[in-house]
């Protein structure tokens, strides 16, 4: 469906470029994801309005947090929703301080 993109993702310690915003619209999205080098941390929470923040697990039930090693390769779908008027935040951070990560991915299907 969608061409394969890779990202680097520089070590937490540098402050910044350590983490891919991947919030969406509602609805299903499936991606398959390969970790070519490091660890990525995969992040999915809905907000909490009295909190004013995402820290809530995910209404739809997906797991607040999946971690990929070198060489794993993974088809996550995120079924993703509005809560507290505000949409799911989606992320996936290095997983390492000290070391970059590097991954592909690419958009597999996606229902409203």
């Not at 937490?12 to 983490?19: E, M, Q």
């Not at 909190?51 to 070198?70: I, N, Q, R, Y």
């Amino acid at each position: 469906m969608e061409e394969e993109k890779t990202v680097t993702l520089r070590p937490v310690l540098a402050l910044h470029g350590y983490a891919v915003d991947f919030s969406q619209g509602p609805g299903r999205t499936t991606y398959r994801f390969c970790v070519k080098s490091g660890e990525i941390e995969i992040h999915h929470h809905s907000y909490d309005m009295i909190a004013g923040f995402w820290c809530l697990p995910p209404e739809s039930g997906d797991d607040e947090m999946k971690v990929l090693h070198t060489g794993d390769e993974a088809e996550i779908t995120f079924n993703s929703s509005i809560h507290d008027y505000e949409p799911d935040y989606i992320v996936i951070t290095n997983h390492h301080y000290g070391k970059s990560a590097v991954f592909s991915y690419s958009k597999v299907r996606e229902t409203a």
